[in-house]
């Protein structure tokens, strides 16, 4: 069963970069065809996709966040990271990262999901 768990700071001030990173267990993040996304949800809003890192490095983001987000990966530690920098109050969220095919089915999928981190953005 693969698992995923979000970690990193929970306040961040504004202009700061926020900086978070997902571990995953129980399959590795360079299994052919998978991808590994980040998505947050502001308060009183819904789902935003934010970006993804697809099993051969490659990265996709979303072209309203595309001058601030950055997504990296470490296999030796078979986790992936985001940041997101000049973050306003308006980054507040839960920040959420999500794993599952993205190769080879007609739709990326989203099997797999932390639990979410809740990230604020306050002086």
């Known amino acids: 069963q693969v698992q995923l768990r979000e970690s990193g700071p929970g306040l961040v001030k504004p202009s700061q970069t926020l900086s978070l990173t997902c571990a995953v267990s129980?399959?590795?993040?360079?299994?052919?065809?998978?991808?590994w996304t980040w998505i947050r949800q502001a308060p009183e809003k819904g789902l935003e996709w934010m970006g993804v890192?697809?099993?051969?490095?490659?990265?996709y983001y979303s072209p309203s966040l595309k001058s601030r987000i950055s997504i990296s990966s470490d296999a030796s530690k078979n986790q992936f990271s985001l940041q997101l920098s000049a973050v306003t109050p308006e980054d507040t969220a839960v920040y959420y990262c999500?794993?599952?095919?993205?190769?080879?089915?007609?739709?990326?999928?989203?099997?797999?999901w932390g639990q979410g981190t809740q990230v604020t953005v306050s002086s």
């Open positions: 890192i697809v099993y051969d490095g490659s990265t």
């Open positions: 999500v794993g599952g095919l993205r190769v080879g089915v007609p739709e990326p999928r989203y099997d797999y």
């Open positions: 129980g399959g590795s993040i360079t299994t052919a065809y998978y991808a």
